[in-house]
C-alpha cells in the first residue's frame, strides 16, 4: 500500500532552524511535494523535488533520497509567521497526489 | 498567480440540498483534475481524480453517487455533492495536472470551498 510518515508536531524559536523528515512507501514514484497550510486556508506550494538531492527556495529547502524513500523540508531563520501545517505529498503513477498527515510547527518568540 | 481557481468559496445551506462547485484551471490545459476533502485537523484526502472526457476514478469508501464529477473541458471540472447532509460538511479542495511541459509538474491547488450544511 501507501503511506507517508512524518511527524505529527514540531516547536521551535524564531530565528531557529527546524527539519521535518518524511518517509514513504508509495507505488509508480514520480515526485515529493511540500505544502504549507494556514489554518483555514487551502494549501501552498513550497517545493518539489523529483530528483535526489537538494532544492533551495529563499529560507526553505527541500531534500530527497529516492534509494532511502526519505525527504525532508528545512526551514531557516523561523518567523512567526511560520507557524503553520507542512504536509509532504507523493506524486505517483497516474500523477496523483498522496499526502501525508502533516507537521503541525509551532514557532514561539 | 493563481493557476487554479475553485468557485464557491463557502457554501452554507440545507440538509438535502445539492450542491454544486466547479473548478478551473487558468493557466494551462488540465487533463487531469484531482478532488479532495479536509476535515478540521485533518489531512487531505483524496476522494476522485477526474479526467477529461471520461469518467471520474473514485477512491475506495467515495460514494460516487454522492459525489458526481464532471469534467467536460480542459479548463473545467465541477463536483456536486447530491443531498447534502450534516456529515458531508468539510473543506473540499480541487487541484489540477496538466499536459506536455506541465505533466511533471506538482500540483496547484485552488483555494477550497468550505460546505457547512446545516
Known amino acids: 500500500g501507501q503511506s507517508l510518515e512524518q511527524p505529527s508536531e514540531v516547536t521551535a524559536v524564531e530565528g531557529a532552524i527546524v527539519q521535518i523528515n518524511c518517509t514513504y512507501q508509495?507505488?509508480?514514484?514520480?515526485?515529493l511535494s511540500w505544502y504549507q497550510q494556514h489554518d483555514g486556508g487551502a494549501p501552498t506550494f513550497l517545493s518539489y523535488?523529483?530528483?535526489?538531492g537538494l532544492e533551495e527556495t529563499g529560507r526553505f529547502s527541500s531534500f530527497l533520497s529516492r534509494s532511502d524513500s526519505y525527504g525532508y523540508l528545512l526551514l531557516q531563520e523561523l518567523q512567526m509567521k511560520d507557524s503553520a501545517s507542512y504536509f509532504c505529498?507523493?506524486?505517483?503513477?497516474?500523477?496523483?497526489?498522496?499526502f501525508g498527515a502533516g507537521t503541525r510547527l509551532f514557532v514561539k518568540a | 498567480g493563481a493557476v487554479v481557481s475553485q468557485h464557491p468559496s463557502r457554501v452554507i445551506c440545507k440538509s438535502g440540498t445539492s450542491v454544486k462547485i466547479e473548478c478551473r484551471s487558468l493557466?494551462?490545459?488540465?487533463?487531469?483534475m484531482f478532488w479532495y476533502r479536509q476535515f478540521p485537523k485533518q489531512s487531505l484526502m483524496l476522494m476522485a481524480t477526474?479526467?477529461?472526457?471520461?469518467?471520474?476514478?473514485?477512491e475506495q469508501g467515495v460514494e460516487k453517487d454522492k459525489f458526481l464529477i464532471n469534467h467536460a473541458s480542459l479548463t473545467l471540472s465541477t463536483l456536486t455533492v447530491t443531498s447534502a447532509h450534516p456529515e458531508d460538511s468539510s473543506f473540499y479542495i480541487c487541484?489540477?495536472?496538466?499536459?506536455?511541459?506541465?505533466?511533471?509538474?506538482?500540483?496547484?491547488f485552488g483555494d477550497g470551498t468550505r460546505l457547512s450544511i446545516l
Open positions: 487541484s489540477a495536472s496538466g499536459q506536455g511541459v506541465y505533466s511533471n509538474q506538482p500540483q496547484h
Open positions: 508509495t507505488s509508480g514514484f514520480y515526485g
Open positions: 523535488n523529483a530528483l535526489d
Open positions: 505529498a507523493v506524486r505517483e503513477r497516474g500523477f496523483k497526489t498522496i
Open positions: 493557466d494551462f490545459q488540465a487533463t487531469t
Open positions: 477526474s479526467n477529461e472526457g471520461s469518467k471520474a476514478t473514485y
